[in-house]
């Protein structure tokens, strides 16, 4: 199923989004938006976790387009920092390379459980 590298990438993410979340409420006083990046950076890896022990493929594939739409929602709230001046284009460029590396790894997984479940 999902391989231990999706899980390990996801958990060292959300460890990223942890500390930047701690910097923008300490360092840029920004409570709202770094909330809602907490909230979905963090779930990525939970949802991701949690389809490790899906009760059927169909279950497993849910959760992995749970943690995809989540990654797609923490890309968002991250561009959104950027944009308004929050996060400089270095900070962002770095966390958001990380960001794209999960989709394009989640697609994946989506993809090929998917055509497995369309095979049984």
Partial sequence: ??????????KEFAIRIVYLYKYLCSEKHEF?????????????????SEAMYGVSRNDFIAKV????????????????????????DAEYSSIDNDCKELIRLLTSIAKTARQHATKE
């Fill in 1 to 10: 199923m999902a391989d231990s590298l999706t899980l390990d990438k996801s």
């Fill in 32 to 48: 709202i938006m770094s909330k809602q990046l907490l909230r979905c950076g963090t779930s990525i890896g939970a949802n991701l």
């Fill in 65 to 88: 387009f749970i943690s995809l739409k989540e990654t797609a929602e923490t890309e968002y709230w991250l561009e959104l920092l950027n944009k308004t001046g929050f996060l400089s």
